[in-house]
């Protein structure tokens, strides 16, 4: 028996949100007397972070510390219209809506501050404390919860604030495919190393490294969470995943975890990331989306990898010891592709 | 077809009642029967339990080993009397199932589960069903017509407790470390004066239940393990197997490759 | 359909249910006694979502038939914190491995079978612990991370 | 496992000093994860709930002939069977809330079934297994059909026809075309010049999303005549819509609830759970739960479908790719759901991240007799990518060149011309294939470490080139500004047309001319640009946007008897005026 290794590349880009535009998506803000604000939403947080990327980007925008910030995710009756959590569209699409909608409240907070300091609104500038002072002059300061309380008892203002964003939907050119897909991309290489055993097939994924562009990482935990998990999945999809074991066929098909081949907590590999941040023009904060991209470069990475390491070309996924040991058989043996 | 559970005091009587209704089935660890409850299952509409009580005892008898059928996974484990059979319980789900898996239910578990049954196949185990005042039977014959007959309440499984060292139990699955088998190889390989004499092999997930492998045995006897002695064993690997197809491998990968992981066990250069 | 009595301990707390035949612990502690911690993710008995502790043993409560605990002391998530978090629940939030969060109370109360046992596991230990409990959003690792971080704490409490 | 942040990289593009954004906040509902508490739709308790389960299709592909529910009806705890005939509107397509698509997927079939699993009836009993049993009682009646389960038979003349809103099998684009087109430059001219062709054929299988939570909705009569919908979708007014479409109700009679999912990842879009949930609500008058159990979640709720691709590639021994063209077959199974416009994305998409001069691609959507596809992480784009890495390895190779060197060499960059024409920005994947280089310890040459996204991009690169005519001349006809009339006087889709960087009007250079073939050029690559490109007849690339001619809309086709024949004019589209977008949020028949 002999255990080879090899390294694979690949790099790739992905469009952020729905490729055609023509998918809105709105926010809601408003305060309560006490300065504490609520951000309402219909948009979905399936483990991405909705919740918690768009009550950042509230904070900031309001001006106000995260905790003065909770957000309430999809409820049709309170939450304004959302296209989805799809696309990668959450973080871009959602968290546009809810600067417009932070701003507007922000602007009445700051009328009712400034109404409260005989300043103009103009000259008022937020501290992220939960303080608001005259520019140059922090002495003159009127906290957010004093100033949406003038607001809401004295002078009868909404600390409240509407927002959307919505791309154009494109046109497609039937003949050449013109269109204008999105408005920005994510980025990624990622580099595979792994071990193929000749007489099995098996393949053992031994590191990864990466490098990810994600516009601004707004929190970079959660960026981590998708990025590990991502490249977990996408090695998964590599090696291990199909519904259809002998597609086209539709026999043999799993129904349960033990026949849908994932890997398990013992199979992971360590991963290397570097993550690089090139603002989008257009994006919240500058903010994308590395929800999907993630995976994406892991597939063909493992693929050039196994075709390193043994000189076989699995161009059929997933890359199964079945698929690998026919291709060695074939050709006679492995067949390293580079020395040691 | 609405479902009834019936508790009865002793395991006799709930195997008389198991015996009456062709509908019944008995309740053991219910990792099986359980599921099949969820999936809504209409091939039974009786639930048959008894306290386990009775059946999960582990007595040694010099040379051999009695296990209640009704000891867990999780039991074998810390049972350090048992530690030859450790390796393929640890092989049997995550630590949830295993304290619910029995000693009794591996032996019903359809290809490609079985990871146990086939380590006690290879260890010469009977199995004594409570139907028949516990007359035990071989397990290879009580697998041929375990899928006839999947009524018995298995009591106790007995099997030779194997000498240091000579025992070898190896599983092969993708994931890790819980994993549905390509394939499991059990092998007793008792050496008398340098030479193997009594070997027992047995696969789980090459058939439709784990079989032992004769022509793997004979070729076997006589010989050392080592590259030379084990070579004629290797190429005899999957004589008059055909083993399934299903979402895990194919049949011809189980072919291809139980002879490599044959040799790796026999060689000592498996995991 | 037949129903019966249950009574058993969910938490430290005694409860008592009808139960109608066949019917599993999963569903008992959801709909009957009103315990959500627990989740559905298959029934098969291959996720590890309803993973909960049966007189301390991790068991998958959608394998167990309801009757069976009578008399039994159960745990599951819900139970974990007192007047504080567990320190599993706190290495989870530490090491942000939950991101869904619906697998996530199996897998503390995997974790917690382990620490209960091994209260300093190593990492294959730990592997081996949540080897029956699937995470689709994590990769594991951080949930690996958090479980020896949790016992790390907990070492540190006892020798303090 | 380590994450660093290469804050040195674009940090001039950045204000790294912002209050919240940008720090490691804790997640908002961590909490109440670690505790058990957040709330899922699965986590609300009703009295009185009943339980949905559904009858499938043991086939393929078969006709009902009829179903048999009277013994279910009197079986203990079976409160309603629910037939597709007690569906308001039981005929749909997801995308209709973009007017993308005809409907062409009932909630439960009624005349014949196209793929196994396909729902049939469903049973509402007082528990789960109440309604598991019921649906074991039922007893349909199918005359099985011939099925075909391969993309390119399905393709074939004579091939058993799966969804009868669309007869050869193939989704119609722009009621048009049975495919996707994408054309830039002349790829075979480029391929006739190269000094290297591989080609490669792949195949994406079908994958499943997966999420630990599966698929479900409770819905329960709410007060004032409404309903409340508590639901694990990824798209709540995806689904209410869908709902109000299928059961035509009022979009504000419905509640939905949601927000708090247990992973998605694409398979919790497809809103089937809730519309039939909220009818077994109108029918029995009490809450109802459907949910997949995972046998269903793996083989009947919706997977990432597979994907079959064609890649040819040009390119030249010093590395520059000049020619690729892609033919691509997207495996939609028995009905659209989302892989239609799944391949606009795709094209949109092609040739990635790359600046080749001449591109081609027909993108097929098809249907097969196996469960429908959806979206999935990477919606459109994972199959693409994977063929085009793998490709990118092998002409590498082909050439004797370093992989990352020749992906650097051939990145696109800031002010490139895309495929899809439009200008490249904000490009960082030079940037990201170093830093993986550097991480890997996989050496690359200075010239390459020195590339930049934001240099040598643009000028000849942002060029487009000419265009060769498709069958019909018809592309020659557009530039021409020619007289044909929209294809869809109603739809507004046209009114959203940006202006377009074309080429313009005039003919075409001799094939022998080379700026058809004019490779990228990179300023740190050996190579000189071009000569003498753009030739005088060649377009005003660089014209301002207001100079460009507005394309016309689509010619329509005259019709044609003919056989199906892939990639010839589509001729049998039918066209559907008046259909407005999102029309199906007010939940009233479009037609």
Known sequence: MALHRGRGVATINYPIGMNLGGDPSQALVHSNPDGKFMVALSSID???????????????????????????????????????????????????????????????MLEAAAEELEVNAADLETDGQGNIHVRGAPQRSITTGEACAAAQFKQGRTVSGRGIFLIPLSDVDPETGEMTPVSCYAHAAMIVDVEVDDETGEVRVLQMNSAYEVGRALNPRLVEQQLRGGAWMGMSHALYETTEPYYPDRGHGPVDFNGYLMPGPGDIAPHNIAILERPAPDGPYGGKGPGEMCANPVLPAVANAVFDAVGVRVDELPITPEKVLRGIRAQGGARPQRAG | MSLNVSSYPDIAEAARALARDRAARYLGGGTLLMRAVNEGDQGFSTLIRAPR???????????????????????????????????????????????????????????????????????????????????????????????????????????????????????????????????????????????????????????????????????????????????AAVAAAVDGLDPPTDAIASSWYRREVAPVHLKRLLLGRNG | MAR???????????????????RNLLDTLRRGVGDLSPKYGCGQGTCGCCTVLIDGAPHLSCLVLAETVEGRSVETAAGLAGAALHPLQQAFMDNFAAQCGFCTPGMLMA?????????????????????????????????????????GRSAGRRSA | MTVEFRKDLFADERDDNLNEIGKPTQRQDALGHVTGRSPFFDDHLFDGLLHLRCVRSPHHHARIRSIDTSRAERMPGVVRIVRGQDVPVNLNTLLSLLDFGRDDE???????????????????????RQARDAVAAVRVDYEVLPHVLDVEEALAPGAPVVNRAYPNNSFDYHDKYDHQKLRFGDVEAAFAQADEVVEGRYQMSPIEQAPTETNGAIAAPETNDRFVCYTSTQALFFSLGTAAKLLNVASNRLHFIGGTVGGGFGGKVDSLNEPMAILGCMLTGRPVRYVFDREEEMQVGAPRGAERWYLKDGVMRDGRLVARKLTGYFDSGAYTRLSSYAIVKCTGHIPGPYTIPNVHSDVFCVFTNRTPATAMRGFGVTGVDFAIECHMDKVARAIGMDPVEFRILNAYRDGDMKAHRREAKNCALIECAQVAAEKAGWPIREAFRQMSSLRDGGGERARIPHTVTDEHGRIGERRAGGTATPARPAAPRYAAMPPAPVAATPPAPPPSVSPPVAPPPVASA???????????????????????????????????????????????????????????ISGTRRR
């Open chain 3, 111 to 151: 974790a917690k079978a382990l620490l209960d046992r091994v209260p300093s596991p190593s990492r294959e230990q730990v592997v081996e612990a949540i080897g029956g409990n699937i995470c689709r959003c994590t990769g594991y690792e951080p949930i690996i991370d958090a479980i020896l971080d949790a016992a």
């Open chain 1, 46 to 108: 399936l483990g991405q972070g909705m919740k918690s990327v768009t009550r950042q980007i509230a904070a900031e925008t309001l001006g106000v510390p995260v905790q003065d910030v909770y957000v309430d995710t999809a409820d049709s009756d309170t939450g304004p219209h959302c296209m989805g959590s799809f696309a990668s569209r959450g973080t871009h699409r959602v968290g546009n809506a809810v600067i417009a909608a932070a701003k507007e409240a922000r602007a009445v």
């Open chain 4, 106 to 128: 009932p909630l439960l079939s009624v005349e014949k079934v196209a793929y196994k699993g396909e729902p049939v009836a469903a049973v509402i009993a007082e528990t789960e």
């Open chain 2, 53 to 231: 009580g009775a059946l999960r005892a582990v007595r040694g008898l010099g040379e051999q080993v009695e296990i209640g059928a009704g000891v867990s996974m999780a039991e074998v484990l810390e049972d350090r009397s048992l530690d030859f059979l450790h390796e393929a319980a640890r092989g049997v789900g995550g630590p949830a199932v295993r304290s619910m898996a029995t000693v009794g239910g591996n032996l019903f578990a359809p290809s490609p589960y079985g990871d146990f049954a086939t380590a006690l196949l290879a260890l010469d185990a009977t199995v004594a069903r409570v139907r028949d005042r516990g007359t035990p039977i071989e397990l290879r014959a009580f697998l041929a017509e375990r899928d006839r007959e999947p009524r018995a309440i298995v009591a106790s499984v007995t099997v030779r407790r194997p000498a240091p060292g000579t025992f070898r139990f190896a599983k092969v699955s993708r994931v890790k470390p819980k994993g549905v088998p390509v394939l499991c190889i059990a092998a007793h390989l008792p050496v008398a004066a340098g030479r193997i004499a009594g070997a027992r092999v047995a696969y789980g997930a090459m058939a439709a239940t784990p079989v032992r492998v004769e022509a793997v045995e004979r070729t076997l006897e006589g010989r050392t393990l080592d590259e030379a002695g084990i070579a």
């Open chain 3, 4 to 22: 019966k009595p249950l009574q058993f301990t969910l938490n430290g707390s005694d409860k008592a249910v009808f139960v109608e035949d066949g």
């Open chain 4, 526 to 584: 050996p190579v000189p640009p071009p000569a003498a490109s753009p030739p005088a007849a060649s377009p005003p690339a660089a014209s301002p946007p207001a100079a460009r001619p507005q394309p016309a809309p689509p010619a329509v086709s005259p019709p044609s008897a003919e056989p199906y024949q892939p990639s010839q004019p589509f001729q049998r589209g039918v066209h559907r005026p008046g259909a407005g977008r999102f029309s199906s």
